[in-house]
């Protein structure tokens, strides 16, 4: 039974994997703010250019795999700092070459750490205030104020421990990986290069939010259950446990990774016993919203609010509702949704809640079954295809005004250098890395299924745990509003399984072909 169910998720992945690429090969997702504003686009593929790029992208992987075969002579303690060592410096030099300005809830969440902590001004808890609405972002608020009252009052410090983060990340996508694969005599450094150059985690450090941070503790909460039901060892899921609140605590998504780590643990119950998955089951239902229990606790004690914090705050039909926004596909419907939580309930949830219920039926009965199916297949292809996570607006930034009359491009830079030159507007740089970028996704969906398919063959599911969260995602945000970036905390699971396939690709590449020479 178990083999079955395992089967079963991997063929669903699959699945999605598959029609992810066919997808590609007529329509090209694509995000481009300097272009076409704040909005998701699909239009016909560039097949011609999408397959060059993928020749050039295989060659330079092969190139650089075969480059990484060679550091196995080198004991970790010595190649693996070194690998990160050149990871923090190409994020330095990007933060300090791309001097990219907090913009939207960026800025507003840096606006009200300065503002609590040089007047503790706590005003924003009151209705209509930005964390009345959105108190989940108190997380973020209370974060930065701590980083900023600690250290210099600068952006430089926010983007510094983006990068710290990002590298812990880095780190934990070799940790996870090595846990799947403890079979393999290489010491697999390709891995740790490839997530220590992936180029949209690098351009995120610019991003100051949540989903650095939120990144990181979901994905060493991973590792750590991986780690659990391997040693058996309770320090293993207690520590499982802490992250997967933290991460939670930062991006309420954390429940998408609570769910399949139930789940693996449930698969895998024969292993670590009846009595450790009790405990486990436990520890994690237990601790899981402690932090926002915590968090209510001490507002209301200090006398900030008088009532918990989710009691007006906007509901989560309101973002269901922006999700099945006909006209972008469930993307930003321009103030639409907010204006039934914030005018016509007043900032009453209880109010709005029936308002937006109502909102959706009228969605649904006005549109046919087709229309139905072809707004969730955009939103699943766009989220998912895009490939960029968005970093051409919250990573790269732009200080020219956008076409088409938009205005300007929402969040400058500190100061002018010659890279922040090369990008500006929609320049040839900047396309031709977002193309870049968005081959390199596609390749990856393609290594993604190869595995996928390899494993169902072999009949083996090491990866079951990342395979979960991953569908847990798709599910997640085909009913909820969507941008590519809100699905940036899984790109160290794709990473993942991405170069697993390709080192299936290689290995039996290199059976045929003796220069290739073998991976293992």
């Keep these: 039974m178990q083999r079955v169910i395992q089967n079963a998720i991997y063929g669903i992945l699959?699945?999605?994997?598959?029609?992810?690429?066919?997808?590609?090969?007529?329509?090209?997702?694509?995000?481009?703010?300097a272009v076409y504003s704040d909005r998701p686009i699909l239009q016909q593929q560039h097949l011609f250019i999408l397959v060059l790029l993928v020749f050039v992208l295989l060659i330079a992987s092969l190139v650089l795999y075969r480059l990484c075969l060679q550091l196995n002579r080198y004991r970790p303690q010595i190649v693996i700092p070194v690998i990160l060592g050149i990871s923090l410096a190409i994020q330095l030099a990007i933060i300090f070459l791309l001097?990219?300005?907090?913009?939207?809830?960026?800025?507003?969440?840096?606006?009200?750490?300065?503002?609590?902590?040089?007047?503790?001004?706590y005003s924003t808890f009151?209705?209509?205030?930005?964390?009345?609405?959105?108190?989940?972002?108190?997380?973020?608020?209370?974060?930065?104020?701590?980083?900023?009252?600690?250290?210099?009052?600068?952006?430089?410090?926010?983007?510094?421990?983006?990068?710290?983060?990002?590298?812990?990340?880095?780190?934990?996508?070799?940790?996870?990986?090595?846990?799947?694969?403890?079979?393999?005599?290489?010491?697999?450094?390709?891995?740790?290069?490839?997530?220590?150059?992936?180029?949209?985690?690098?351009?995120?450090?610019?991003?100051?939010?949540?989903?650095?941070?939120?990144?990181?503790?979901?994905?060493?909460?991973?590792y750590t259950v991986i780690r659990f039901v391997k040693t058996r060892l309770i320090r293993?899921?207690?520590?499982?446990?802490?992250?997967?609140?933290?991460?939670?605590?930062?991006?309420?998504?954390?429940?998408?990774?609570?769910?399949?780590?139930v789940i693996y643990l449930l698969l895998n119950w024969q292993r670590i016993g009846w009595r450790r998955l009790l405990i486990s089951l436990g520890l994690m239902a237990v601790l899981f919203n402690v932090p926002s229990w915590t968090q209510n606790a001490?507002?209301?004690?200090?006398?900030?609010?008088?009532?918990?914090?989710?009691?007006?705050?906007?509901?989560?039909?309101?973002?269901?509702?922006?999700?099945?926004?006909?006209?972008?596909?469930?993307?930003w419907d321009n103030m639409l949704s907010y204006t039934i939580y914030q005018r016509e309930a007043g900032y009453n949830k209880a109010a709005s809640i029936p308002l937006f219920q109502q909102a959706?039926?009228?969605?649904?009965?006005?549109?046919?079954?087709?229309e139905l199916a072809e707004l969730y297949y955009k939103k699943l292809i766009w989220t998912w295809t895009e490939g960029t996570y968005q970093v051409e607006r919250y990573g790269i930034g732009n200080e020219r005004s956008a076409s088409g009359g938009m205005g300007f491009v929402m969040g400058g830079y500190s100061y002018s250098t010659a890279i922040t030159q090369l990008f500006a507007g929609d320049s040839v740089y900047r396309s031709g890395l977002m193309w870049i970028l968005y081959a390199i996704n596609f390749l990856m969906f393609i290594f993604i299924l190869v595995r996928l398919t390899g494993a169902i063959r072999r009949k083996r599911y090491d990866e079951v745990s990342l395979v979960l969260v991953i569908l847990g995602f798709i599910g997640f945000y085909l009913l909820w509003e969507i941008k590519s970036r809100y699905i940036y905390p899984v790109y160290p699971l794709l990473i993942i399984l991405s170069y697993m396939g390709f080192k299936d690709v290689y290995d039996r590449l290199s059976r045929y072909i003796p220069f290739l020479g073998k991976g293992d």
């Design 14 to 33: 699959a699945v999605f994997m598959a029609l992810f690429i066919g997808s590609s090969l007529f329509l090209r997702a694509e995000y481009n703010y």
């Design 99 to 121: 001097p990219r300005l907090p913009t939207d809830d960026s800025q507003t969440v840096v606006s009200l750490a300065m503002q609590m902590l040089n007047q503790e001004d």
């Design 126 to 222: 009151q209705s209509g205030g930005y964390l009345y609405m959105f108190p989940f972002n108190f997380s973020t608020v209370l974060y930065i104020k701590a980083l900023l009252w600690m250290f210099p009052d600068n952006y430089l410090v926010l983007k510094i421990f983006n990068i710290l983060f990002t590298l812990v990340t880095t780190f934990m996508i070799y940790l996870i990986y090595k846990q799947l694969n403890e079979r393999s005599i290489n010491r697999d450094y390709g891995v740790l290069v490839f997530a220590a150059t992936y180029i949209p985690a690098l351009l995120m450090s610019n991003f100051i939010y949540n989903d650095i941070i939120a990144t990181t503790l979901l994905t060493a909460a991973l």
């Design 236 to 261: 293993y899921i207690v520590l499982a446990a802490i992250l997967l609140a933290l991460g939670n605590y930062f991006r309420s998504i954390g429940i998408i990774f609570l769910i399949a780590s």
């Design 298 to 331: 001490a507002l209301q004690a200090s006398g900030v609010v008088s009532q918990p914090t989710s009691t007006n705050s906007a509901p989560v039909y309101m973002w269901l509702n922006m999700g099945m926004n006909q006209s972008t596909f469930g993307f």
């Design 360 to 370: 959706i039926q009228d969605k649904v009965t006005s549109m046919t079954l087709g």
